[in-house]
């Protein structure tokens, strides 16, 4: 227990509330265990952005964060809007668009678990470039972006990660920009539905052909002809928008490049040793 409730803690800035099992108590839902949610808020330690930090920082942001249940095909914020709170995702996904027209969106990248949302406004920029759709139903801890900001310029440790992600949100964004361009359909769905699987940590998803096409921006035919292909492989199946992966080392070998340069770049083995080093203290 002495993890749960590390008290007192000192941050840079006066606390406008104190971390105590009051509070957190009073967080809780009345429908729910108090106890049992009171852990699952002050451990949200699924988002890897987050557990990377060390203990006393990551109580700091915590004194700023609330819980929040992100609903599929929810619009955090859309391109050209202020963004008023940053995410980081426990076990939803977010889906970043490039919007083209007010009839056409393409996803150019997506986050999970391993990072956060609204990385723009750390960088400066308190309008989105791009749009956030949630496309993973889940939790997520929210926190207002003015907050965040004060946070991030007092922690090296908080604008070193902050840097690391958006080296692979960049990475990503590049990459995808190639995917889209030279590889068939097919491989592309399958990278795509493995990236959604890491990210969720779970192999079954509920995502509609339509949505899909959306995210890949091709034809809708398209896409049914390329998930009845991988099912008629047994590497996938699907019925009224449900999805599952049943074969992912036969999915894996059938997605594009792309997947293995997205989803293995230095920055994660970097918040993985962290994380480590940090479950050992
Ligand atoms: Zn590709």
């Given amino acids: 227990m002495n993890r749960i409730f590390p008290l007192p803690i000192q941050c840079g800035q006066p606390h406008r509330h104190s971390l105590t099992a009051d509070r957190l108590f009073a967080l809780t839902p009345l429908n729910a265990h108090p106890l049992s949610n009171a852990l699952e808020f002050v451990e949200p330690t699924a988002n890897a952005l987050l557990a990377a930090l060390p203990r006393h920082e990551y109580f700091c942001l915590l004194e700023d964060m609330e819980p929040v249940h992100l609903a599929f095909g929810e619009l955090l914020y859309d391109t050209g809007e202020t963004v008023r709170y940053v995410f980081f995702p426990n076990d939803s996904l977010i889906s970043l668009l490039t919007v083209v027209d007010p009839q056409h969106a393409l996803e150019v990248g997506m986050v999970g678990r391993e990072g956060m949302v609204g990385i723009s406004y750390a960088l400066g920029m308190r309008r989105s470039p791009?749009?956030?759709?949630?496309?993973?139903?889940?939790?997520?801890?929210?926190?207002?972006?003015?907050?965040?900001?004060?946070?991030?310029?007092?922690?090296?440790?908080?604008?070193?990660?902050?840097?690391l992600q958006t080296q692979a949100l960049?990475?990503?964004i590049a990459q995808t920009a190639?995917?889209?361009?030279?590889?068939?359909?097919?491989?592309?769905?399958?990278?795509w539905l493995l990236m959604t699987r890491d990210r969720l940590g779970k192999t079954e998803f509920r995502l509609t052909h339509e949505f899909l096409s959306e995210m890949l921006g091709?034809?809708?035919?398209?896409?049914?002809?390329?998930?009845?292909?991988?099912?008629?492989?047994?590497?996938?199946d699907y019925h009224r928008g449900d999805i599952s992966i049943i074969d992912s080392a036969g999915l894996e070998a059938s997605a594009c490049t792309c997947y293995r340069r997205i989803t293995a770049p230095v920055w994660q083995r970097s918040l993985t040793a962290k994380k480590s080093a940090q479950l050992i203290c």
């Fill in 130 to 163: 791009l749009r956030a759709l949630v496309h993973g139903a889940g939790a997520a801890m929210r926190m207002s972006a003015s907050r965040f900001r004060i946070q991030f310029r007092q922690s090296e440790t908080l604008q070193r990660l902050v840097h």
């Fill in 170 to 172: 960049l990475s990503q």
């Fill in 178 to 191: 190639a995917c889209n361009r030279f590889h068939m359909i097919e491989a592309r769905l399958a990278r």
């Fill in 218 to 236: 091709v034809r809708r035919v398209g896409v049914t002809n390329a998930a009845h292909a991988l099912k008629l492989r047994h590497l996938i």
